[in-house]
């Protein structure tokens, strides 16, 4: 496929624990990054994690420092968001991206060339 798609979201209570998934798209050279990114109703979308495939290098906004983890699957050509203590708060559609080329900044949406359908995550209180 020529997008990344996502899948795992669902409807959870706070505190509850989620992993989301990421099968990355099919090219002849890897991406360099993948990138979780949400969107609430009515707010713009926001950066939560990203990883490098070639070491691994994660990176976290802090809103979710400490509660989510990013991780990859070479082999699998997947990349996981496992959310834990999930809050209300973090109920949005959670997007994967590709990074094609090489950027030491992650947090912008438009360094980003390819984006997943989206994940439904709902997290009632």
């Known amino acids: 496929q020529v997008q990344p798609v996502e899948s795992g979201g669902g409807l959870v209570q706070a505190g509850d624990s989620l992993r989301l998934s990421c099968l990355a798209s099919?090219?002849?050279?890897?991406?360099?990054?993948m990138g979780w990114f949400r969107q609430a109703p009515g707010k713009e979308r926001e950066f939560v994690a990203a990883i490098t495939w070639n070491i691994g290098n994660t990176i976290y906004a802090d809103s979710v420092k400490a509660r989510f983890i990013i991780s990859r699957d070479n082999a699998k050509n997947t990349v996981y968001l496992q959310m834990n203590s999930l809050k209300p708060e973090d109920t949005a559609v959670y997007y994967c991206?590709?990074?094609?080329?090489?950027?030491?900044?992650?947090?912008?949406?438009?360094?980003?060339?390819?984006w997943g359908q989206g994940t439904q995550v709902t997290v009632s209180s």
């Open positions: 099919e090219r002849t050279f890897r991406s360099y990054a």
């Open positions: 991206a590709e990074r094609a080329g090489y950027t030491n900044t992650y947090g912008n949406p438009a360094l980003y060339n390819s």
